[in-house]
């Protein structure tokens, strides 16, 4: 069974950008299904009517692998928390979305019960393989529950994932008002000043005004005089 690699920065010595943490907490929760998945291989399920579903802990390898596949899951689910941390201190500071932490903060915690509900299961099936000396339990139908679970969860992820790019975009939008907001205030501010600094100004835009409006009156008595003119010439 291979494990994902990637890399996530952990919280260092300044609160780093809510989309590197965003970044950072989907990755660890994506990394946190493929290695629950395939511990889930390793569970005796609880339904009355099942067996032990996927590989048997029949060997000393099985066994390796399942105490090393529940190693990283403890270590994912560390990571996990210290980014979720760092995201709260970060909406703290106004810079990020508290329901976007929160749903985070949900999952986390039903990564952790569920992370425990397959931990206790498997102790179980160590000790019974052990007992039984490593002697396979032929696999069920619960092969397919397993896999339709797994499925199941996927597209509630990636349902997360596109609820979260909303959110973000939202939050973006919300950004730029802002600050187009604060921009406009403070041209405003500006024109008053500088009405205030130049006292005249506000005399020479009158006039300019009283000018226009002297001209368009001048304009409309010159046509009325052409077209009455016209009009004498064409009935006379």
Known sequence: MGSNNATIELPGAGVRP?????RDVRELEMRFDTRIADYMKFVQPTS????????????????????????????????????????????????????????????YTDY???FQR????????????????????????????????????ERI?????DIDMVLDQAFSVRQDLGEQRTMLGGLTSK???????????????GRIRSRKRKEKVVLAIVLAVCISILLFVWTS
């Open 18 to 22: 809510w989309d590197q943490l965003l």
């Open 112 to 114: 952790q019960r569920e």
């Open 157 to 161: 992820d990636q349902a997360h994932l």
């Open 48 to 107: 009355p009517r099942a067996t032990m579903s996927g590989e048997p802990l029949k060997t000393e390898s099985d066994r390796q692998v399942c105490i090393q596949t529940e190693t990283e899951l403890t270590t994912i689910l560390g990571d996990l928390e210290a980014v979720i941390s760092e995201m709260k201190e970060t909406v703290q500071q106004q810079r990020g979305s508290a329901r976007v932490l929160e749903r985070h903060q949900n999952m």
């Open 191 to 205: 024109m008053v000043d500088v009405t205030e600094r130049i006292p005249g100004i506000n005399l020479l835009l």
């Open 118 to 153: 397959y931990k206790s299961n498997v102790q179980t099936a160590l000790a019974r393989s052990e007992l039984l000396g490593g002697s396979r339990v032929p696999a069920s139908e619960n092969t397919s529950d397993r896999d339709r679970l797994v499925m199941e969860r």
